[in-house]
């Protein structure tokens, strides 16, 4: 079979297998919250506007785990729009969408809901679709990074069976995000600058991490400047030093053009927030919402209310006066003897995260000491985990997992990196081809070849087809026969894509 097929091939049973696990998280989710009793949770729960209509009861029987913790936020702004300060700390693309849709493909559905329970099912919609495309994403941006098929593959079934699942299938921002960034940096590997940043700009629409996204375009910048000096002191025999101006003056109009697009979702949002308080115009808030801000000493704009603190200033930004006075979130705040529990919640992700970090380095030390800018040794590979251009993504996951570890809420690292990084899902595939031996078998990465294998329990072959070319699903079938490695990996994303949907679905802790 030709490449190409091969590749159509695993495209196609990449589509599979994310669209299969969503179904299967969704069906999940209704089934576990439906035996589990709701906690009782001190969560935001703002009250319900209009009168139940006909579906609004199956809705909330089916997708009602969607929409609990910070996914109530996300939907009461779709409703709502941004009436207290907290919800400044939910970025505005996904509500956007979620409002859009069920504002106009499930119009036709208000006689039968309210607009609360179009949106509940707009969620189910969004995310399982948006979770598609950022598998395909995903895989694409792979097989360009780590230039190796059956890693790329391996890599993003793995990601269909993410630690973060019940976060890509509930009212959060993390599947939206996932799947701009994912394909930006594929249009940036592909060097369509523009549309990179079109998407990195949105993807910081959706989550303020999508900031940090700014360096693959100064950093694939600077590469391709240095590239170009390169290739013509190799042409010239020598290089002028106008040349060398040219090319830094090029990097640096660049490098900041390509940087505004990414910045300024920013900065118009906390524009916005700091007009809607520090300047405050009158605005009707029904009187039920004013009185729950009553109760929770929420903060609603009003112009007889004393200007806000942050107001003043020298750079008021809203995001930070929210995440530091109504979640306490800044560096070692979260180092406390009662938080271990949720740093060992969060040691899988960042064990993997260090290794990822480690095998890299310990592979290219050389290469990383001149920060992937000098010239590249001979024994350097040129494809796999290790090769080139896997080092800025190394370094793009190394500064997010310190950053969440000394400055967040360590509990959310696991979707944090999740949904931000694909090094989460490479390291993962990388690791199982190192230790397993059922991987070394060729004829598992040949179309159809899985399905002929003549080893299957009967009772699991390949269920509804699914088996073929997954090399995931076959080894959770051999799982008796794969190694204690392969067990980990596996039992870390399979134990924790499962307890998120029983936890998270009924108002329990979480990441």
């Known amino acids: 079979m030709s490449p190409s097929n091969c590749v159509n091939q695993d495209v196609w049973t ?23 009793p709701d906690h009782v949770a001190d969560a935001f729960s703002p009250p319900r506007s209009e009168t139940p209509l006909l579906l609004d009861p199956v809705i909330e029987a089916l997708f009602g785990g969607l929409s609990h913790w910070d996914a109530e936020h996300f939907i009461f702004i779709a409703e709502r729009g941004y009436i207290y300060e907290h919800n400044f700390a939910f970025f505005p693309l996904f509500p956007l969408i979620l409002r859009l849709l069920a504002a106009t493909a499930l119009w036709p559905m208000c006689g039968f809901l309210t607009m609360h329970g179009r ?23 792979s097989r360009l990074v780590v230039q190796n098929r059956k890693l790329a593959l391996v890599a993003v079934l793995m990601y269909c069976l993410t630690p973060a699942n019940v976060f890509m299938v509930a009212g959060y921002s993390e599947t939206l995000f996932a799947a701009l960034t994912f394909s930006g940096l594929w249009l940036l590997e592909k060097r369509f600058t523009i549309g990179a940043c079109l998407l990195l700009g949105f993807a910081t629409g959706a989550r303020a991490n999508g900031l940090v996204n700014a360096g693959f375009l100064l950093y694939l910048s600077l590469q391709w400047a240095l590239a170009r000096t390169r290739a013509f ?39 916005y927030g700091y007009q809607t308080f520090c300047h405050p115009t009158a605005t009707e808030v029904p009187p039920v919402l004013l009185n ?52 060992i919640l969060a040691l899988p992700v960042a064990i993997l995260g260090f290794i990822a970090s480690y095998v890299y380095i310990l592979a290219n030390p050389v290469f990383c ?11 350097i590979k040129t494809h796999g985990f290790c090769n080139p251009k896997v080092f800025v993504y190394i370094v793009h996951s190394s500064v997010l997992l310190l950053f969440g570890i000394f400055s967040m809420h360590v509990q959310v690292l696991t979707r944090f990196l999740a949904s931000s990084s694909p090094v989460l899902y490479w390291i993962s595939g ?21 399905q002929q294998q003549k080893d299957h329990k009967p009772g699991l072959k390949c269920a509804v087809g699914m088996c073929r070319n997954n090399q995931v699903l076959y080894l959770l079938m051999q799982w008796q026969s794969c190694s204690v ?12 894509w499962f307890l998120g949907l029983a936890l998270h679905c009924n108002f329990l802790p979480w990441t």
């Open 14 to 36: 990449v589509v599979q297998f994310a669209t299969f696990t969503r179904l299967l998280s969704l069906f999940l989710q209704a089934v576990l919250n439906a035996v589990i």
């Open 119 to 141: 949106l509940v099912l707009a969620v189910a919609i969004v995310n399982s679709i948006l979770f598609v495309i950022s598998a395909v994403a995903l895989y694409k941006l």
């Open 233 to 271: 002191s190799k042409g010239e025999g020598c290089v002028r030093y106008h040349h060398y101006v040219w090319e830094l003056i090029r990097f640096v109009l660049a490098g900041a053009f390509y940087a505004a697009f990414v910045v300024l979702p920013f900065c118009l949002f906390q524009f």
């Open 292 to 343: 729950l801000a009553r109760d929770k000493g929420y903060r609603v704009a009003d112009a007889a209310s004393p200007t806000p603190r942050w107001c003043q200033w020298r750079l008021p930004l809203l995001y930070s006066y929210i995440q530091d006075a109504y979640w306490d979130v800044g560096f070692l705040r979260y180092f406390q003897w009662k938080q271990i529990p949720n740093f």
């Open 369 to 379: 000491m001149y920060l992937g800018l000098g010239h590249r040794g001979k024994d």
């Open 430 to 450: 990388h690791l199982l081809f190192q230790y397993e031996p059922l991987l070394q078998n060729e004829r598992l990465f040949r179309p159809d070849q899985i």
């Open 485 to 496: 490695y392969t067990r980990c990996i596996l039992g870390y994303f399979i134990s924790y």
